[in-house]
């Protein structure tokens, strides 16, 4: 480090505001909706790409659309710099909020800001990642950004269609990214796990937790896994006035059981959670039994172990409910993620600024998933959790968190960032 100054600048606000300026960006009118490779998509990158540049970073744009703002290295260290990585994802859920994800670059862009601006370089290049894809809106894929990143991308995903008919392939085509969407492109973007010392993440804690235990600030210790699902239950169409009770194929009638199922059987486990959060009758009436009933789900635990036994048993039970009522029952698994540890050398490193500033060094895990993830099996990760306000709800617009905590979040960051030790 060249000089010794503290940056501690008001950063709590332009966090606040530069997140509220970003919503703008969206899918839908009156809320926050921004699903990968959109008009409003492409804003918010460029949007994301003129402040990386502004705070004094040298920007590029992947293969996949991630932005990625380099603060280099003091220059003293010489060519054999690493990358302390960290970043977070800029897409939302449907109506989401305006911090899941975005926290988690916009607070370390305003950090490199004031850096910069104090004349402070880092002995290691500081790269910040504004992930491009993570929730999985779009093409019911999760991950496909940091999978990139992690060198883990799957070509077969290229074929995956949005509720338009339009492939991922064709969307990146269009794009206009580098590499038009060409498997090689997407491969080259991969990064080199020996270049990097580690990558680290921020993001609100999207639960009340932190809340609850009247804490700003936390050090996550692992992240859960989760499987997804689509499931498509075949019936048959018949008449709604005429077919007698006990001759129906009612293929929602079979959902709402295998829904139920989902409820039960994930509620036997503290750490288990199932979600259906989408539930459809392709082409319906309400005059016709439905034909078709197509329905996500989402299975999450702690413990990949106690995870994959629930859908042992759920996708069994599924198969069983489908042929008790003669019909049929198809289950794609979309997304399996395993649990990902967080490296305990990184999260101590945190807990050490945190006791250092006389707040507890609080260690959670985390139930969502998060880009840490997929990094996580390329490299050591660990994160920080900001407290979640609204009774810790998010994925929901009336997620928030406070300027202060944002402030406080940020200094924590600057406090890790300078005195950070690669690992021995
Ligand atoms: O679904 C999740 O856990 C995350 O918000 N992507
Ligand atoms: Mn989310
Ligand atoms: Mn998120």
């Known amino acids: 480090m060249t000089r010794s100054a ?88 449907r109506n989401g909020g305006r911090y899941d994800g975005r926290l988690g670059i916009l607070l370390p862009v305003a950090v490199v800001g004031a850096l910069n601006a104090a004349g402070i370089r880092l002995p290691y290049h500081f790269e910040v990642v504004g992930f491009a894809e993570e929730e999985g809106l779009r093409f019911k894929t999760s991950f496909l950004a940091s999978s990139v990143l992690a060198g883990r991308f799957d070509p077969a995903l290229l074929d995956r269609a949005d509720a338009d008919g339009v492939t991922l392939r064709e969307a990146l085509a269009a794009s206009g990214l580098p590499g038009a969407g060409g498997v090689d492109a997407l491969r080259a973007a991969a990064v080199d796990p020996a270049s990097l010392h580690g990558f680290v993440e921020v993001h609100i804690e999207q639960g009340p937790v932190l809340l609850h235990h009247g ?87 702690g413990e990949d172990s106690i995870r994959e036994a629930a859908i042992a048993d759920i996708v069994a039970g599924i198969q069983a409910i489908a042929e008790r009522r003669g019909l049929g029952a198809a289950i794609e698994r979309v997304t399996p993620v395993n649990n990902a540890p967080c490296a305990r050398w990184l999260m101590d490193q945190f807990g ?21 993830m997929m990094m996580q099996r390329m490299t050591d990760v660990a994160m920080l959790f900001v407290r979640c306000g609204n009774g810790g709800i998010s994925h929901n617009p009336l997620e928030t968190i406070t300027t202060d905590d944002a402030q406080l979040a940020a200094e924590v960051f600057v406090d890790f960032l300078r005195h950070f030790q690669p690992r021995a």
């Open 6 to 93: 503290s940056p501690l600048l008001p950063l709590g606000q332009t966090i606040l505001d530069q997140a509220a300026a970003l919503a703008r960006f969206s899918d839908m009118e009156g809320g926050l909706t921004c699903a990968y490779l959109t008009p409003a998509h492409r804003a918010a990158q460029a949007q994301l790409a003129a402040w990386m540049e502004a705070a004094g970073m040298q920007v590029r744009i992947d293969a996949i659309g991630n932005v990625i703002g380099r603060y280099a290295a003091d220059p003293a260290v010489g060519d054999g710099a690493r990358v302390l990585m960290t970043g977070s994802h800029f897409d939302t859920v």
């Open 215 to 301: 804490l700003p600030l936390g050090v996550v210790t692992q992240i859960a896994g989760s499987s997804r699902f689509q499931v498509r239950v075949e019936g048959l169409a018949s008449h709604a006035g005429t077919t007698p009770m006990t001759l129906r194929k009612d293929a929602a009638a079979a959902a709402a059981e295998m829904v139920l199922l989902v409820e039960q059987r994930c509620g036997q486990v503290p750490t288990l959670v199932g979600t259906v959060g989408q539930l459809q009758v392709p082409n319906g009436s309400s005059n016709v039994i439905p034909a078709e009933c197509v329905f996500s789900m989402d299975i999450r635990a």
């Open 352 to 372: 050490a600024v945190l006791k250092k500033r006389g707040l507890d060094a609080f260690e959670l895990p985390s139930g969502a998933g998060h880009d840490a």
